[in-house]
């Protein structure tokens, strides 16, 4: 991974008041489109551009304030603003990610960005609306549509979702097109100056970011854990008190419905006078004082919607006889001394209710609903329990009025939530996954096979400057002493081993020297076979021949064991080498002996240095040089493919070399004739291929040879000069 450094781009870090302005100028933004859209009057809310922009710029962290602001600034002036703050925080991260994934680069690539937005800020909003309206239709500007959808037959809910999505679909292609372009508009420049980063290294490039971003790991990333560590850590901590705050409400919801129960109740008893009771009992209506007390219980009924039902009950052991009981909408009272059966309910209270002692408020789920029932005892003057004035409660609206409580805390806390989540997975990714991302590719790069590689290795180590103050810049050192201890490690090696190379190369030569010395007419045979064998080699990789095998390594070994090829003739005998004329066939038949020999004597090499690997092949061109493609030839008569590359290679240079050169037994031959008879071999002493790629190579063939023989020539003039001084 290439760490380089961009002064203009990613290296300039956004200075804090650049931040500062850009967040204030985007919920300028934000609240100038809401209040072009009340000016104008559109069924839009145009007050998520600036929040989409600033996160696009500078990142989450910008994104998110500017979001989670806006709405608190707007919770001022309308307190449920408040509770879509965390759409507004969705609305940023999303905004990040879409801009990384490059949406707004181009206008078709736009309609990514509107669905998702209209998603939340459309779908999500309607949920929440629909929650906190008590699972109704709410007040917002989707609502006409959707109470006409409702109107027409739609299901409340599907109506309030649809209506809400369809207009902010409409909504974000409106902020979308505006803010893309303004980024076409934004110069580069000051883009990257506004982008927030906490870089605790050399900055990276754009590439390399985007590698260190996207690095593959086997089991779950790094990034994963720190995210799932941070959600699980701020849940943990979050939800407890979110349910404590709960149950809390409900405790206290239901506490407020037993006062206001006591409460009433205590207010119908202080309105009856306990002497008159007993008359409105048998005379009802007609008893003095009984219309105008039923209108004072009337208008304590009417006082709040919270009170079900009010009523007067004497209880008796036959049943609760009736003093008042109000009519409600839904259910007309009891006539005066009517009997009301006891409610299974009331059963525990029945001993209390009727020794007129005062009992704790009654809460029911009955045919009547979910009710809280206060009694409050009347008293005469001899303080006898006369009657008691009952209040019903209606608790229905409890359960509503919880989960609306519950979803404001939850929507509340949300946002704080992501703010949090992104704050610290933004430090973790400077402070912790960058930085080891970083090391991991660098360290992954490392090239070995040269000086300059290995200097450019480690000087990418060095060029990440990771400075976190903690265990993971001591990570860094480590990596990098170790690094640079293991560079010069590894160039002490290579350059020991090519002098071990180099020495094992001038004993083979020696080694080669000294058989060939034996044969006064060789000359440089050696030299001058090894150098024809890598011409071919290198014309055979040129045609794409033999790709399989000519690697670079085998083409070197076979250079480098070429001067072996004889090394069986120290085996034989100095006449025979010199020998002037030509060889009976009994001592070509001893002559032909030292392929043999040769392959049993670096065998037995093999044996002792069996990593070697450049003896293999010295063994092939040893034993089989003097192989033929058609199958005559010595010591084993392979043919064709049997014989192996190197010793096909080699047939063809041993035999060109021999051709061209003087021996005891005759003139060299011109160089076009040596060629003719390759050429006229070929297909039956030599491989096609091999013996057609020396021929193609015609040009560097001729300068091997001429180069040999004007050596050659210069060797034995000094000779002979030498010889005529007498020396």
Same mark, same amino acid.
């Given at each position: 991974?290439?760490?380089?450094?961009?002064?203009?781009?990613?290296?300039?870090?956004?200075?804090?008041?650049?931040?500062?302005?850009?967040?204030?100028?985007?919920?300028?933004?934000?609240?100038?489109?809401?209040?072009?859209?009340?000016?104008?009057? &559109?069924?839009?809310?145009?007050?998520?551009?600036?929040?989409?922009?600033?996160?696009?710029?500078?990142?989450?962290?910008?994104?998110?304030?500017?979001?989670?602001?806006?709405?608190?600034?707007?919770?001022?002036?309308?307190?449920?603003?408040?509770?879509?703050?965390?759409?507004?925080?969705?609305?940023?991260?999303?905004?990040?990610?879409?801009?990384?994934?490059? $949406?707004?680069?181009?206008?078709?690539?736009?309609?990514?960005?509107?669905?998702?937005?209209?998603?939340?800020?459309?779908?999500?909003?309607?949920?929440?609306?629909? @929650? @906190?309206?008590?699972?109704?239709?709410?007040?917002?500007?989707?609502?006409?549509?959707?109470?006409?959808?409702?109107?027409?037959?739609?299901?409340?809910?599907?109506?309030?979702?649809?209506?809400?999505?369809?207009?902010?679909?409409?909504?974000?292609?409106?902020?979308?097109?505006?803010?893309?372009?303004? @980024?076409?508009?934004?110069?580069?420049?000051?883009?990257?100056? &506004?982008?927030?980063?906490?870089?605790?290294?050399?900055?990276?490039?754009?590439?390399?970011?985007?590698?260190?971003?996207?690095?593959?790991?086997?089991?779950?990333?790094?990034?994963?854990?720190?995210?799932?560590?941070?959600?699980?850590?701020?849940?943990?901590?979050?939800?407890?008190?979110?349910?404590?705050?709960?149950?809390?409400?409900?405790?206290?919801?239901?506490?407020?419905?037993?006062?206001?129960?006591?409460?009433?109740?205590?207010?119908?008893?202080?309105?009856?006078?306990?002497?008159?009771?007993?008359?409105?009992?048998?005379?009802?209506?007609?008893?003095?004082?009984?219309?105008?007390?039923?209108?004072?219980?009337?208008?304590?009924?009417?006082?709040?919607?919270?009170?079900?039902?009010?009523?007067?009950?004497?209880?008796?052991?036959?049943?609760?006889?009736?003093?008042?009981?109000?009519?409600?909408?839904?259910?007309?009272?009891?006539?005066?001394?009517?009997?009301?059966?006891?409610?299974?309910?009331?059963?525990?209270?029945?001993?209390?209710?009727?020794?007129?002692?005062?009992?704790?408020?009654?809460?029911?789920?009955?045919?009547?609903?979910?009710?809280?029932?206060?009694?409050?005892?009347?008293?005469?003057?001899?303080?006898?329990?006369?009657?008691?004035?009952?209040?019903?409660?209606?608790?229905?609206?409890?359960?509503?009025?919880?989960?609306?409580?519950?979803?404001?805390?939850?929507?509340?806390?949300?946002?704080?939530?992501?703010?949090?989540?992104?704050?610290? &997975?933004?430090?973790?990714?400077?402070?912790?996954?960058?930085?080891?991302?970083?090391?991991?590719?660098?360290?992954?790069?490392?090239?070995?096979?040269?000086?300059?590689?290995? $200097?450019?290795?480690?000087?990418?180590?060095?060029?990440?400057?990771?400075?976190?103050?903690?265990?993971?810049?001591?990570?860094?050192?480590?990596?990098?002493?170790?690094?640079?201890?293991?560079?010069?490690?590894?160039?002490?090696?290579?350059?020991?081993?090519?002098?071990?190379?180099?020495?094992?190369?001038?004993?083979?030569?020696?080694?080669?020297?000294?058989?060939?010395?034996?044969?006064?007419?060789?000359?440089?045979?050696?030299?001058?076979?090894?150098?024809?064998?890598?011409?071919?080699?290198?014309?055979?990789?040129?045609?794409?021949?033999?790709?399989?095998?000519?690697?670079?390594?085998?083409?070197?070994?076979?250079?480098? $064991?070429?001067?072996?090829?004889?090394?069986?003739?120290?085996?034989?005998?100095?006449?025979? &080498?010199?020998?002037?004329?030509?060889?009976?066939?009994?001592?070509?038949?001893?002559?032909?002996?030292?392929?043999?020999?040769?392959?049993?004597?670096? $065998?037995?090499?093999?044996?002792?240095?069996?990593?070697?690997?450049? @003896?293999?092949?010295?063994?092939?061109?040893?034993?089989?040089?003097?192989?033929?493609? /058609?199958?005559?030839?010595?010591?084993?008569?392979?043919?064709?493919?049997?014989?192996?590359?190197?010793?096909?290679?080699?047939?063809?240079?041993?035999?060109? /070399?021999?051709?061209?050169?003087?021996?005891?037994?005759?003139?060299?031959?011109?160089?076009?004739?040596?060629?003719?008879?390759?050429?006229?071999?070929?297909?039956?002493?030599?491989?096609? /291929?091999?013996?057609?790629?020396?021929?193609?190579?015609?040009?560097?063939?001729?300068?091997?040879?001429?180069?040999?023989?004007?050596?050659?020539?210069?060797?034995?003039?000094?000779?002979?000069?030498?010889?005529?001084?007498?020396?």
């Amino acid at each position: 991974m290439e760490n380089e450094r961009k002064p203009k781009d990613l290296g300039q870090v956004a200075k804090p008041y650049a931040v500062l302005l850009l967040c204030i100028v985007s919920v300028l933004i934000n609240f100038l489109g809401a209040q072009l859209a009340l000016w104008l009057k &559109l069924p839009l809310f145009l007050d998520t551009i600036g929040t989409i922009l600033s996160a696009a710029l500078g990142g989450f962290l910008p994104g998110i304030a500017v979001g989670f602001v806006t709405n608190l600034i707007n919770s001022f002036a309308d307190a449920s603003s408040a509770y879509y703050g965390a759409l507004n925080v969705l609305i940023a991260v999303a905004a990040v990610l879409l801009y990384r994934h490059g $949406s707004f680069n181009k206008l078709p690539r736009l309609w990514l960005p509107v669905i998702v937005f209209a998603l939340i800020g459309g779908a999500l909003s309607s949920v929440i609306a629909w @929650l @906190l309206s008590g699972m109704n239709i709410g007040d917002g500007i989707s609502a006409g549509l959707a109470t006409r959808m409702y109107e027409n037959g739609v299901d409340p809910f599907i109506a309030q979702l649809v209506s809400g999505f369809a207009i902010d679909v409409v909504d974000k292609i409106i902020v979308c097109l505006v803010v893309f372009l303004l @980024l076409k508009v934004l110069p580069k420049s000051l883009k990257h100056r &506004l982008l927030v980063s906490a870089w605790q290294q050399a900055p990276l490039s754009e590439e390399a970011l985007a590698q260190a971003r996207s690095h593959q790991t086997r089991s779950v990333s790094l990034r994963a854990k720190v995210l799932l560590l941070l959600t699980f850590a701020t849940v943990l901590t979050i939800l407890p008190a979110c349910a404590v705050s709960f149950v809390q409400y409900r405790q206290t919801t239901i506490s407020e419905h037993i006062k206001l129960g006591e409460n009433i109740a205590k207010l119908e008893a202080g309105m009856i006078n306990p002497d008159q009771v007993d008359d409105f009992l048998t005379l009802g209506e007609a008893a003095e004082g009984y219309k105008e007390t039923e209108a004072v219980l009337y208008n304590i009924l009417h006082s709040t919607t919270d009170i079900q039902y009010v009523y007067v009950y004497r209880i008796l052991s036959d049943g609760c006889h009736v003093v008042f009981d109000l009519d409600t909408d839904d259910l007309e009272g009891g006539e005066p001394g009517d009997v009301v059966e006891f409610d299974e309910s009331f059963r525990p209270y029945l001993p209390d209710l009727l020794a007129g002692r005062p009992i704790e408020p009654i809460i029911s789920d009955d045919k009547y609903g979910w009710l809280l029932t206060a009694y409050e005892p009347v008293y005469n003057s001899a303080g006898e329990c006369v009657c008691y004035a009952a209040a019903d409660i209606s608790m229905g609206m409890l359960t509503q009025e919880a989960v609306r409580f519950l979803v404001k805390v939850v929507t509340l806390t949300l946002g704080f939530i992501i703010l949090v989540l992104a704050a610290g &997975l933004w430090l973790s990714e400077y402070n912790l996954i960058l930085p080891i991302n970083s090391m991991s590719y660098a360290a992954g790069g490392f090239a070995y096979t040269s000086d300059e590689d290995r $200097s450019g290795s480690v000087e990418r180590i060095r060029q990440l400057g990771i400075r976190t103050g903690d265990e993971i810049e001591n990570l860094y050192h480590a990596l990098a002493k170790t690094t640079e201890d293991s560079m010069r490690y590894i160039a002490d090696i290579q350059q020991h081993s090519a002098t071990i190379s180099k020495m094992q190369n001038g004993l083979i030569l020696v080694l080669a020297d000294m058989v060939e010395s034996r044969d006064k007419c060789t000359g440089d045979h050696v030299r001058k076979t090894a150098a024809y064998a890598d011409v071919i080699m290198q014309e055979l990789k040129k045609e794409g021949k033999f790709t399989d095998v000519l690697t670079d390594e085998y083409i070197q070994d076979v250079v480098h $064991s070429a001067p072996l090829h004889d090394v069986g003739k120290i085996q034989v005998s100095d006449v025979l &080498l010199n020998k002037p004329g030509r060889l009976t066939d009994e001592e070509f038949h001893a002559m032909q002996y030292h392929t043999t020999a040769g392959g049993e004597i670096i $065998s037995h090499a093999i044996a002792l240095v069996s990593d070697a690997g450049y @003896l293999a092949e010295a063994k092939n061109l040893a034993s089989y040089h003097h192989e033929r493609w /058609d199958g005559k030839g010595y010591p084993c008569g392979l043919s064709g493919d049997q014989i192996p590359l190197s010793a096909r290679i080699m047939a063809v240079a041993d035999v060109f /070399d021999a051709l061209v050169s003087r021996r005891s037994y005759k003139d060299p031959f011109p160089f076009e004739k040596a060629m003719d008879i390759i050429r006229e071999e070929s297909g039956t002493h030599f491989d096609p /291929d091999v013996a057609q790629a020396f021929l193609n190579a015609e040009g560097e063939v001729r300068r091997i040879e001429e180069e040999f023989s004007r050596q050659y020539e210069q060797a034995a003039q000094k000779e002979e000069a030498a010889n005529g001084a007498g020396i």
